[in-house]
């Protein structure tokens, strides 16, 4: 069974740039979520998707980040402008319908963002 | 708000010493508790996990017993492998949310 997958792996930008990030789940897996890791800490939630749904933006800064699931399968997570404080790593993570059971979240390798 | 408080690392053992790394959790609701596993250049993987109190989860020789009475989710191994280093996440999650909540990360380096 294939993973996650991300892409790119690695981007360098200059604040106040744009950048776009991808991510494809696992086949069949309902709920997708973008977590933001900054170096030294533990991931943090940035947003959740049910199919093409939003179920939890609360910790999005919408200002400057935007993520769309158009089809409810691949998913795009978009910074515009960058800032400093924005170098991170951006995770995916995809699981199965939750309202069936507890499932367990699979995340992919992360996108490795810094900003100059 | 929840929150998870784990040991600061990094933690530095010798091969085939046992493993502590602790973890305490605040958490409003009946939390389910994980530990995830971060190996050099790969993405974040499912360790164990425990959903009620006194499970105990375990895999690959860790394990980790859910304790409601001191908030805690300690990870233990008896005899870690250099295969072992890695940057352990402790993490919980509220019942009827799916949102992960985690600790810092404790990067662990086992040496021959």
């Known amino acids: 069974e294939a993973g996650v997958a991300q892409s790119p792996r690695y981007k360098i930008i200059e604040k106040r740039q744009s950048v776009a990030f991808w991510c494809n789940p696992i086949?069949?897996?309902?709920?997708l979520y973008w977590y933001q890791q900054i170096l030294g800490q533990g991931p943090k939630l940035l947003i959740q998707?049910?199919?093409?749904?939003?179920?939890?933006d609360s910790q999005l800064p919408k200002d400057r980040f935007s993520a769309e699931r158009l089809k409810g399968v691949d998913s795009t997570l978009k910074i515009q402008p960058a800032k400093l404080e924005d170098s991170a790593v951006y995770l995916c993570?995809?699981?199965?319908?939750?309202?069936?059971?507890?499932?367990?979240?699979?995340f992919g390798p992360g996108t490795r963002l810094l900003v100059l | 708000g929840d929150s998870v408080t784990q040991m600061e690392g990094p933690v530095t053992l010798s091969e085939e010493a046992f493993l502590t790394i602790n973890c305490t959790y605040t958490?409003?609701?009946?939390?389910?508790l994980f530990w995830y596993v971060q190996y050099p250049g790969e993405g974040l993987q499912l360790l164990l996990k425990?959903?009620?109190?006194?499970d105990k989860g375990s895999n690959k020789g860790f394990e980790a017993t859910y304790r409601k009475e001191t908030t805690s989710f300690h990870l233990e191994k008896g005899s870690v492998q250099v295969s072992d280093s890695a940057v352990y996440f402790c993490?919980?999650?509220?019942?009827?949310?799916?949102?992960?909540?985690f600790g810092t990360g404790t990067r662990l380096t086992i040496i021959p």
């Open positions: 998707f049910q199919n093409n749904g939003v179920v939890d």
């Open positions: 993570a995809s699981s199965l319908d939750p309202r069936l059971a507890v499932q367990t979240q699979y």
């Open positions: 086949s069949g897996h309902a709920t």
């Open positions: 993490a919980l999650r509220l019942f009827g949310n799916e949102k992960l909540t």
């Open positions: 425990a959903t009620k109190a006194d």
């Open positions: 958490a409003t609701g009946y939390p389910s």
